[in-house]
């Protein structure tokens, strides 16, 4: 792929405001009269018409930064929505993949000083893309794959034994070594490059429904424990758990939760999306908490975009706004609250330098940043570093890493370069699929740094577990 660099903050792309967008975009031009979105919720015109094309996003945004196209921008992207809205180009495989380009890290929405609502619009769009436009074959059976296997923990755990066998035997570094498996699908390669380490902790999932708080109860919460984190990353849904009840909180696990419905929404599968978040409603309904407390940053937009999800369904949408304002980051809510349990330092010599990683959806979906770092910073000995494009994606992106894997390596690279250029010793990142892209590219990059959620360190700290340094 020809990339531009991804440190370019000048953006020599970017038409004058009054420019023609047919004339810059010839291939589209000649697609005039061709199918639009179909009736069923398109892009909005009054949020596309909000776009004053300033083009103060481009810099921000992560697949414009690689890509170096105009249409592969969020100023594109806005342009080809409300021209394909007129009829003037068409809805079909090429437009579409500008669309499938946007990794909906929402650092447009951040940026854009007209509040232009990008995240209704691509989230409008995604759908139409899945519903009119055929994926070739070896696209929808990777998507299928992913879509079928991913937010079902059931069908995850009986790989979870053939995989651990795959990595004691070797095999991940002949595979990578010798690319083979990139010979034959780089998606499936890119699926196999961050698949986690199997350990012992991934077997374990017999969490209790109660579980107490520690000394005076001061809320009841109920804990989502997630799909892919509930089977690779359950060391910190444990950790959580730790934490809430250290800290006055009675923990409810309803059984019968099942995904949260991310990973379908961000690819416009919306009729799985709202199976999931139907199910997630019913399960937490009844069981009287104050909070409903998730670790994950994706899954925690997803959980409070309920309300806008299910806006159309007139038995859900109430119960969906009602379960949507319950949501809380685990970060949010402990900041919010304060921590009673006393904090003891991480590593004996008492000073660490800590990176904090911040993921897209976290910062930019639900404007939460300075509650992770307050959190941090109250652990004796802990040294906040900042890195240069905090605020930039690290290319994993729900999917996306695997959905297009080129992209989303140089935005790796990229990030981790950043975080290591800090000099910090760990790095502490909220997200499971930030996580894994991070630990590739430190892998990549022959880095040993340790990398942990907040609520790990958290919990080590209220627990007085020592970090060893590397
Ligand atoms: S989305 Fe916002 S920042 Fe980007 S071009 Fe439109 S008005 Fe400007
Ligand atoms: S969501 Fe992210 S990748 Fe998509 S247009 Fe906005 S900034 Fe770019």
């Given at each position: 792929?020809?990339?531009?660099?991804?440190?370019?903050?000048?953006?020599?792309?970017?038409?004058?405001?009054?420019?023609?967008?047919?004339?810059?975009?010839?291939?589209?031009?000649?697609?005039?009269?061709?199918?639009?979105?179909?009736?069923?919720?398109?892009?909005?015109?009054?949020?596309i018409d909000a776009c004053v094309h300033?083009?103060?996003?481009?810099?921000?945004?992560?697949?414009?930064?690689?890509?170096?196209?105009?249409?592969?921008?969020?100023?594109?992207?806005?342009?080809?929505?409300?021209?394909?809205?007129?009829?003037?180009?068409?809805?079909?495989?090429?437009?579409?993949?500008?669309?499938?380009?946007?990794?909906?890290?929402?650092?447009?929405?951040?940026?854009?000083?007209?509040?232009?609502?990008?995240?209704?619009?691509?989230?409008?769009?995604?759908?139409?893309?899945?519903?009119?436009?055929?994926?070739?074959?070896?696209?929808?059976?990777?998507?299928?794959?992913i879509f079928n296997l991913f937010p079902?923990?059931?069908?995850?755990?009986?790989?979870?034994?053939?995989?651990?066998?795959?990595?004691?035997?070797?095999?991940?570094?002949?595979?990578?070594?010798?690319?083979?498996?990139?010979?034959?699908?780089?998606?499936?390669?890119?699926?196999?490059?961050?698949?986690?380490?199997?350990?012992?902790?991934?077997?374990?999932?017999?969490?209790?429904?109660?579980?107490?708080?520690?000394?005076?109860?001061?809320?009841?919460?109920?804990?989502?424990?997630?799909?892919?984190?509930?089977?690779?990353?359950?060391?910190?849904?444990?950790?959580?758990?730790?934490?809430?009840?250290?800290?006055?909180?009675?923990?409810?696990?309803?059984?019968?939760?099942?995904?949260?419905?991310?990973?379908?929404?961000?690819?416009?599968?919306?009729?799985?999306?709202?199976?999931?978040?139907?199910?997630?409603?019913?399960?937490?309904?009844?069981?009287?908490?104050?909070?409903?407390?998730?670790?994950?940053?994706?899954?925690?937009?997803?959980?409070?975009?309920?309300?806008?999800?299910?806006?159309?369904?007139?038995?859900?949408?109430?119960?969906?706004?009602?379960?949507?304002?319950?949501?809380?980051?685990?970060?949010?809510f402990l900041a919010n609250v304060g921590?009673?349990?006393?904090?003891?330092?991480?590593?004996?010599?008492?000073?660490?330098?800590?990176?904090?990683?911040?993921?897209?959806?976290?910062?930019?979906?639900?404007?939460?940043?300075?509650?992770?770092?307050?959190?941090?910073?109250?652990?004796?000995?802990?040294?906040?570093?900042?890195?240069?494009?905090?605020?930039?994606?690290?290319?994993?992106?729900?999917?996306?890493?695997?959905?297009?894997?080129?992209?989303?390596?140089?935005?790796?690279?990229?990030?981790?370069?950043?975080?290591?250029?800090?000099?910090?010793?760990?790095?502490?990142?909220?997200?499971?699929?930030?996580?894994?892209?991070?630990?590739?590219?430190?892998?990549?990059?022959?880095?040993?740094?340790?990398?942990?959620?907040?609520?790990?360190?958290?919990?080590?700290?209220?627990?007085?577990?020592?970090?060893?340094?590397?």
């Amino acid at each position: 792929m020809q990339t531009q660099d991804i440190n370019t903050q000048n953006n020599p792309k970017i038409p004058a405001k009054d420019s023609n967008f047919l004339e810059q975009n010839p291939h589209l031009n000649s697609l005039a009269n061709n199918p639009s979105f179909d009736s069923q919720n398109p892009p909005n015109p009054e949020l596309i018409d909000a776009c004053v094309h300033c083009g103060f996003c481009l810099s921000t945004c992560p697949s414009y930064r690689v890509i170096g196209k105009e249409m592969d921008s969020p100023r594109g992207r806005i342009y080809a929505m409300d021209a394909i809205n007129k009829g003037e180009v068409a809805l079909n495989q090429t437009t579409s993949e500008h669309f499938d380009t946007c990794l909906g890290c929402l650092a447009c929405v951040t940026t854009c000083p007209s509040g232009v609502k990008y995240d209704k619009l691509i989230a409008a769009t995604r759908p139409q893309v899945e519903r009119n436009i055929p994926r070739s074959l070896p696209d929808k059976l990777i998507r299928n794959l992913i879509f079928n296997l991913f937010p079902y923990p059931k069908r995850l755990r009986p790989l979870l034994i053939p995989l651990l066998v795959y990595q004691k035997l070797g095999f991940p570094k002949l595979i990578r070594a010798t690319k083979l498996l990139e010979k034959i699908s780089p998606r499936l390669a890119a699926m196999e490059s961050i698949l986690p380490k199997i350990t012992v902790d991934a077997f374990q999932d017999n969490y209790p429904t109660i579980i107490p708080a520690q000394g005076e109860k001061r809320y009841r919460v109920g804990l989502i424990l997630g799909c892919v984190q509930r089977i690779f990353f359950s060391p910190v849904n444990m950790a959580t758990i730790r934490v809430l009840t250290a800290n006055g909180c009675e923990v409810v696990i309803p059984q019968s939760q099942g995904c949260c419905a991310a990973l379908p929404e961000h690819q416009g599968q919306t009729k799985q999306a709202h199976t999931m978040a139907k199910q997630m409603i019913d399960s937490f309904a009844n069981t009287g908490v104050d909070a409903v407390i998730i670790n994950a940053a994706g899954c925690g937009h997803t959980l409070k975009e309920y309300g806008n999800i299910l806006q159309d369904d007139s038995e859900y949408c109430d119960k969906a706004k009602e379960f949507s304002s319950q949501v809380k980051d685990v970060q949010e809510f402990l900041a919010n609250v304060g921590l009673i349990a006393k904090l003891s330092p991480l590593v004996e010599d008492e000073e660490l330098n800590i990176v904090y990683q911040d993921a897209c959806h976290l910062l930019h979906g639900q404007k939460i940043s300075l509650e992770p770092r307050k959190l941090l910073q109250q652990i004796p000995g802990v040294k906040l570093r900042e890195p240069i494009d905090a605020a930039l994606c690290c290319g994993s992106a729900g999917i996306y890493n695997m959905l297009q894997p080129e992209v989303a390596e140089e935005l790796g690279q990229q990030k981790v370069e950043n975080l290591l250029n800090t000099g910090a010793e760990l790095i502490a990142s909220a997200n499971p699929g930030c996580s894994l892209q991070i630990k590739k590219h430190l892998e990549l990059q022959g880095k040993k740094i340790t990398l942990m959620h907040p609520i790990e360190l958290l919990d080590y700290s209220i627990r007085g577990v020592k970090l060893e340094r590397k």
